[in-house]
């Protein structure tokens, strides 16, 4: 995006424009500045009293707002090769560029990971600038009561009078984080026009537990450990946070997009070591007759080194263990399979899984296929990027190739 003014005299007709963008979260603000660049009026509606509430708690209060690698692989979607074209448009360079252009100081983290340097409002307040400087108006604070569709316009019913355009964008995201007013709208509409809509769950979200693992948990609530966890033939190797309710941090996060109900996960709890060198370790010790707990609590915290042993117990010193049975036990420390009892739901998600079925979307301009002038970005696809900026690098992503197309 380029800085000058909307030279476009705006449309006389009260409440009339040539784009409505309902959503003032990331891929709404990005997509109305994107589209008011090239020179058309354009309204963000807003059930919210501020925008951008998601940017504004995201990592921490800082916001990870994009990622040095994105592919891909990075996202799941019924078809895989729907996020191409978006991407490979708008990569994560140039949205680093943009920010740059406004002096964000940010900070590069592990795998990639970009976070503002300070707070994400800095980066709120670069989207809004740029929005300012494209001429974007905006209605928050408002409900949208009904949508229509005749004589090839859009008309919007809401708390805040009626409101009318040629081409309409919904960009309201998804189910996760009600308490700061998500809803389902973007579902609603879809429907109403004919979509079909891939069934939605909590995503990025942590797993609990109701048997006894979950008293345990919670005994070791805030203590973090790195592992690598195993679901459904996806492996991430992070941090595991535990919970009163059971088990969360980037890892299990990571995981929970891919878990079933009733199904196990898998957790390496030396994700150093694969289960030879770890039966190679054990039996290191058993020849040297030093103590067990001793060695766990070297590669583990303490506190969950006596967990660990109290479900699992096993002989301080080695010496009368047999090779059978410390190779169970290498097993049992790099397999260790747990039944979560479910997700902790949209409250704790970071995102929503499925969506509005991308069959029924250009890859190209986010234009609906079967309904003129109605677009889809954003998290209301059903397109979820792994944890890391993934998710944000598509909201501005299909932001930038939608608001192009406008």
């Known amino acids: 995006m380029t800085k000058h003014a909307n030279t476009n005299a705006p449309n006389t007709e009260k409440g009339v424009y040539d784009v409505i963008i309902l959503g003032a979260g990331a891929s709404g603000l990005m997509c109305s500045a994107t589209a008011a660049y090239q020179g058309l009026n354009v309204l963000v509606l807003d059930h919210a009293p501020k925008a951008a509430a998601k940017i504004r708690i995201s990592g921490g209060g800082k916001c990870n707002f994009t990622n040095v690698n994105v592919t891909p692989e990075h996202f799941i979607c019924q ?30 983290r592990g795998g990639g990971k970009y976070f503002c ?38 008309f919007l019913n809401t708390s805040q009078g009626n409101f009318k355009a040629v081409k309409l964008v919904v960009a309201t995201g998804a189910l996760s984080f009600p308490k700061l007013k998500a809803t389902g709208i973007g579902y609603d509409i879809a429907k109403q026009f004919g979509l079909n809509i891939v069934k939605t769950s909590p995503g990025l979200v942590p797993l609990t537990f109701s048997d006894k693992w979950q008293v345990r948990f919670s005994e070791l609530s805030g203590l973090s450990m790195p592992v690598s966890v195993q679901v459904n033939g996806h492996a991430f190797t992070e941090a595991m946070l535990f919970t009163h309710k059971g088990l969360s941090g980037p890892a299990i996060l990571q995981a929970s997009n891919y878990w079933q109900q009733g199904q196990p996960i898998v957790l390496n709890t030396l994700p150093e070591y694969t289960e030879p060198q770890v039966f190679e370790a054990l039996l290191a010790l058993k020849k040297s ?85 109605l677009f889809f970005i954003g998290e209301v696809l059903d397109v979820t990027g792994h944890l890391g900026g993934f998710n944000f690098q598509w909201a501005w992503a299909s932001a930038v190739a939608c608001g192009m197309a406008l």
Not at 128 to 140: H, K, P
Not at 357 to 366: G, H, I, L, N, R
């Open 289 to 373: 007759g030093k103590s067990l707990p001793k060695w766990l609590n070297q590669v583990w915290p303490k506190r969950f080194t006596q967990i660990w042993l109290e479900a699992y117990p096993m002989d301080s010193v080695l010496s009368n263990i047999t090779h059978e049975a410390l190779q169970a036990y290498a097993k049992q420390l790099t397999h260790w399979q747990l039944f979560p009892a479910n997700t902790a739901g949209y409250d704790k998600a970071e995102v929503t899984l499925g969506g509005v079925d991308t069959d029924a979307v250009s890859s190209k301009t986010f234009e609906c296929k079967t309904q003129k002038n």
């Open 79 to 108: 078809n895989p090769h729907f996020v191409k074209s978006a991407l490979s448009r708008y990569p994560s360079t140039a949205f680093v560029e943009l920010v740059e252009r406004h002096g964000l100081a940010y900070e590069i």
């Open 117 to 154: 340097a300070e707070r994400a409002s800095d980066l709120i307040q670069i989207l809004r600038t740029e929005c300012d400087w494209a001429g974007v108006q905006f209605q928050l604070n408002t409900q949208v009561k009904s949508v229509q569709y005749r004589g090839g316009e859009y």
